[in-house]
């Protein structure tokens, strides 16, 4: 008996310990910057079709693209006890065009068939829970061969006063600078550059709002709506356009593009194991582009910590003002464009995911917090098709 | 029509407590496009012509239309 008793007062003891706080006087600790998460996503995706834009609508649309990113967040509280969020991102893509290629047939295998972009950005933002308010903004950079974008954005947002809706604007700047490479035939040979004609510039500018809402314990929906202006050069100078009477030339689209896209999303926490992620958007833009996406993910929670979702993604739209397949275009057009993305199609989207976020983490490591694998099947009602597998490590502080 | 619809659903919600969000604050409950979608929105903005309202990128910082 008293074994027994000794044994209950060590365990109890031992619940106290695992349990109970290390006081800490710890003002200065708390406010230092700590590292909140890690994220690492990797891609490879692959596609091919029959209509590349660079050889006029026909010919391959071979493409494969290895993308890698590394996100590092890192909190703080403030003061007033006020959460800050830093966040640096680092992304680089690897990619092979077979189109790209074509831009100059003539060399078996030219500088554009393969190129690297880098993308880093960083971002802040400011939480003041009492309040229920967010502000923060952002820079990033993206370049590549032929590319380079600098963009910026600012956001704030507000909680209702019982927590349950929220609105969030955000605007965003991004000004991106084009060289200006045609397709070989169509240089005309004044530029020191061999490649580069001069370069193009394009500014876009958005303001995205949204409206998210707890309906009740099981239930949470948002409505979004974007505002988004584009000036400046929004051709792609290396796309061809082969015309009634045999003429080529290179594509030319307006110089101004205002897009308005409108979103719904709604998620469902069913019973204990199924999440039912729903989303749905009407697009429609001044080129003459309207569009209709849906889709419809489910979680299936096989327990706790591991989850399988499979998902179908539909999308239609219709066509810009100005495209034409090959050798249609009339000639006196004032633009022109036989780019097949910005045709009339349907597309479908469908696959699985995995997630795997075990108590103890990934391996038995307690920070490596969660695991996702998810593979992707794409195909659009003209010719192309492709396929994505992606992957994301969480490492959690 | 659709927003009285959405009006009358709104005023239906419930007040849900912190405690009560456990299901809400589920990792696969977030209103918003998870990391390891990144690489598919990027290539159906490549893709498609449509983009924006799904708090990605809705136009500019990339070689595409």
Redesign the interface.
Same mark, same amino acid.
């Given at each position: 008996m008293k074994k027994i008793c000794l044994t209950v007062i060590g365990l109890y003891i031992g619940l106290l310990a695992a349990f109970s706080q290390t006081v800490q006087d710890s003002s200065y600790q708390k406010r230092r910057l700590k590292i909140e998460e890690i994220?690492l996503?990797s891609?490879y995706?692959h596609?091919n079709g029959e209509h590349a834009a660079v050889t006029g609508g026909i010919g391959s649309q071979k493409l494969t693209?290895l993308?890698n990113?590394l996100?590092v967040k890192l909190i703080r509280l403030d003061r007033q006890q006020r959460k800050q969020t830093w966040s640096v991102d680092i992304g680089l893509d690897h990619y092979t065009s077979a189109s790209s290629d074509k831009i100059d047939p003539k060399t078996v295998t030219s500088a554009s068939y393969a190129d690297t972009r880098i993308y880093p950005s960083v971002s802040f933002s400011r939480e003041n829970e009492k309040k229920g308010t967010e502000w923060g903004g952002g820079l990033?950079y993206?370049g590549?061969y *032929? $590319?380079t974008?600098i963009?910026a954005n600012l956001h704030g947002s507000k909680k209702t006063a019982?927590k349950?809706?929220e609105f969030t604007a955000k605007g965003?700047v991004?000004m *991106?600078r084009?060289s200006l490479i045609y397709p070989i035939e169509l240089r005309d040979g004044n530029s020191p550059d061999p490649l580069k004609r001069g370069g193009g510039s394009?500014?876009?500018y958005?303001l995205?709002l949204?409206w998210?809402?707890?309906?009740?314990?099981?239930l949470?929906?948002?409505?979004?709506?974007?505002l988004?202006q584009?000036q400046g050069y929004?051709?792609?100078p290396f796309n061809r356009v082969y015309f009634t009477d045999g003429t080529v030339h290179v594509e030319r689209?307006p110089d101004s593009?205002i @897009?308005v896209?409108?979103?719904f999303?709604a998620?469902y926490?069913a019973g204990d194991r199924f999440?039912f992620?729903t989303?749905y958007?009407y697009?429609k833009?001044s080129w003459g582009?309207s569009?209709h #996406?849906a889709s419809l993910e489910t979680?299936i929670k096989l327990s706790p910590f591991y989850?399988f979702?499979p998902f179908y993604r539909y999308?239609h739209?219709t066509a810009?003002d100005y495209f034409a397949p090959y050798m249609t275009h009339a000639p006196g057009k004032e633009f022109y464009s036989s780019?097949f993305?910005?045709s009339q199609f349907s597309?479908h989207?469908f696959g699985g995911?995995i997630?795997f976020?075990p108590p103890r983490g990934i391996l038995g490591i307690q920070h490596l917090n969660?695991l996702?694998?998810?593979y992707?099947h $794409?195909t659009?009602s003209n010719s192309?098709h492709?396929n994505?597998v992606?992957?994301?490590l @969480?490492w959690k502080g | 029509m659709v927003g009285i619809l959405?009006l009358t659903?709104?005023n239906?919600?419930?007040?849900?407590k912190e405690f009560? @969000?456990n299901?809400?604050n *589920?990792?696969?409950?977030?209103?918003?496009n998870?990391?390891?979608? @990144? #690489?598919?929105l990027?290539?159906?903005s490549?893709?498609?012509?449509?983009?924006?309202?799904?708090?990605g990128k809705?136009?500019?910082?990339?070689?595409?239309?």
């Open positions: 994220n996503v891609s995706y596609q693209d993308s990113s996100e990033s993206s590549e *032929d $590319y974008s963009g019982n349950m809706g965003q991004y *991106d084009i394009r500014n876009s958005s995205a949204s998210s809402q707890i309906v009740n314990q099981r949470q929906v948002s409505f979004l709506l974007d988004i584009q929004l051709s792609l689209l593009r @897009k896209p409108i979103g999303r998620n926490f999440i992620r989303y958007r697009y833009d582009l569009a #996406t979680s989850s979702s999308y739209q810009i780019n993305d910005l597309s989207f995911g997630r976020s969660s996702e694998l998810r992707g $794409y659009r192309l492709s994505i992606s992957f994301h @969480k | 959405l659903g709104l239906s919600c419930q007040v849900v009560q @969000k299901r809400l *589920d990792a696969e409950m977030v209103l918003g998870r990391k390891v979608e @990144k #690489t598919e990027s290539f159906q490549y893709r498609e012509g449509a983009s924006g309202a799904n708090a809705s136009g500019g910082g990339c070689g595409c239309n």
